[in-house]
């Protein structure tokens, strides 16, 4: 339980996104809080907020385990990527940092990019070597995009905000340790309603495709690569032609872990100030040239 509960707290920073208008001149501003489950018992709590200034990008969140959980694990993190949108490609990160903390240890790590490439990473502390480790080559950090920014998701130019390639795409993202790709693809389209959205919403089912830095030989690793049961709802934002997460659901090897949005407040006009960060990957971690 202790380290399912700290992996749901990184994976809720590092996996959840709020969108806003990459070209909006005086910038704007999205909050959205998420409710977190597993097996359908209440987890924790995510809060996550982006500004967007022209076509850059800077997104922070935290996230809390609470009840249980928290008593168990003391489990809680913090985020932030930043970056640039450019028409329907995908985002181009320049730093990702995240910390992770339960009540007997905390991990950070912090990562810089520049042109998609992976410039220099800190991870505090390192790593333990296992035999089973699977090495990550230069080649698997190039073209690559952080876990926050992947699901910022840039509508297909030629389609409509709702048209269901939009969900057919694969995001290659790279998390300062591990190389992956999470394969979409369309399953359905339904009509949701929440505090600040209501509407369609594009169902993509997901796919985890492991390319190195995972432990090959872990059960876990082998689970989620047969996983089947894995889905993201996306919404529409009809200025900017983007699509946000209101949900993502994850088959875990103990039951259904989910990620439900319950509030979503979109601010136009002068972007607010963000929040303190974890750690700027831009200010921490300099890029360097990759081979």
């Given at each position: 339980m202790r380290l399912i509960a700290s992996a749901l707290v990184t994976l809720t920073l590092a996996g959840s996104a709020?969108?806003?208008?990459?070209?909006?001149?005086?910038?704007?501003?999205?909050?959205?809080?998420?409710?977190?489950?597993?097996?359908?018992?209440?987890?924790?709590?995510?809060?996550?907020?982006?500004?967007?200034?022209?076509?850059?990008?800077?997104?922070?969140?935290?996230?809390?385990?609470?009840?249980?959980?928290?008593?168990?694990?003391?489990?809680?993190?913090?985020?932030?990527?930043?970056?640039?949108?450019?028409?329907d490609a995908p985002p181009r990160s320049t730093s990702f940092a995240v910390i992770s903390k339960t009540s007997d240890n905390q991990r950070t790590v912090r990562m810089g990019l520049k042109s998609g490439r992976v410039a220099k990473i800190e991870i505090e502390p390192p790593l333990e070597p296992k035999p089973d480790r699977v090495p990550v080559k230069a080649a698997d950090k190039r073209d690559v995009v952080d876990p926050m920014s992947a699901l910022l998701m840039p509508a297909v130019a030629s389609k409509g905000l709702t048209d269901p390639a939009n969900c057919d795409r694969t995001l290659p993202v790279f998390d300062g340790a591990s190389r992956m790709n999470v394969v979409l693809s369309y399953a359905e389209t339904k009509t949701v309603e929440m505090a600040g959205y209501s509407g369609p919403v594009l169902v993509c089912n997901a796919r985890y495709v492991p390319i190195s830095g995972h432990r090959s030989e872990r059960p876990a690793?082998?689970?989620?690569?047969?996983?089947?049961?894995?889905?993201?709802?996306?919404?529409?934002?009809?200025?900017?032609?983007?699509?946000?997460p209101l949900k993502i659901s994850v088959r875990t090897m103990i039951g259904m872990g989910e990620l439900q949005a319950s509030l979503w407040s979109l601010e136009g006009g002068k972007t607010s100030a963000p929040a303190r960060k974890a750690e700027t990957g831009d200010e921490t971690v300099k890029a360097e040239a990759v081979p």
């Open positions: 709020s969108l806003a208008q990459a070209q909006s001149p005086q910038g704007q501003t999205l909050k959205v809080s998420y409710d977190i489950t597993l097996a359908g018992l209440p987890l924790g709590k995510a809060d996550l907020s982006s500004s967007f200034n022209g076509a850059r990008y800077e997104m922070e969140g935290r996230a809390k385990l609470t009840g249980l959980a928290m008593i168990l694990t003391g489990g809680k993190g913090e985020a932030n990527a930043s970056g640039t949108l450019a028409g690793t082998k689970f989620m690569q047969d996983n089947k049961d894995m889905s993201v709802w996306l919404a529409p934002v009809e200025g900017p032609r983007l699509l946000f």
